[in-house]
């Protein structure tokens, strides 16, 4: 069983940056493959970014390769997602989730966070 808390979110100018955290709970965080994920108003929760046990692969959707960086600090029961050069369709609810049941990108994970609103204005 793993419980996880989201912070870091926030109004932010497009261009700029933000960098989320995601706080786990529980002795298993450092088996867990980790995602990253967002959902805007009226569309649906779409994959974000990705990020293995050890830290050692990393996946990204098409939409933020280049921009954003998920990276992980196990000592610390903590993910990240660092977020540059925001646009403003990146504004939605991120949320991070452990474990997934299939792959990384699908919506398929056993444990998931309450959600931090990012809105990025133009």
């Known amino acids: 069983q793993v419980h996880l808390v989201e912070s870091g979110g926030g109004l932010v100018q497009t261009g700029g940056s933000l960098r989320l955290s995601c706080a786990a709970s529980g002795r298993a965080f450092t088996s867990y493959h980790m995602g990253w994920f967002r959902q805007a108003p009226g569309k649906e929760r779409e994959f974000v970014a990705a990020?293995?046990?050890?830290?050692?692969?990393?996946y990204y959707a098409d939409s933020v390769k280049g921009r954003f960086t998920v990276s992980r600090d196990n000592a610390k029961n903590t993910v990240y997602l660092q977020m540059n050069s925001l646009k403003p369709e990146d504004t939605a609810v991120y949320y991070c989730?452990?474990?997934?049941?299939?792959?990384?990108?699908?919506?398929?994970?056993?444990?998931w966070g309450q959600g931090t609103q990012v809105t990025v204005s133009s």
């Open positions: 989730a452990a474990d997934p049941t299939g792959a990384y990108s699908e919506n398929e994970y056993n444990y």
């Open positions: 990020i293995t046990y050890s830290g050692g692969h990393t």
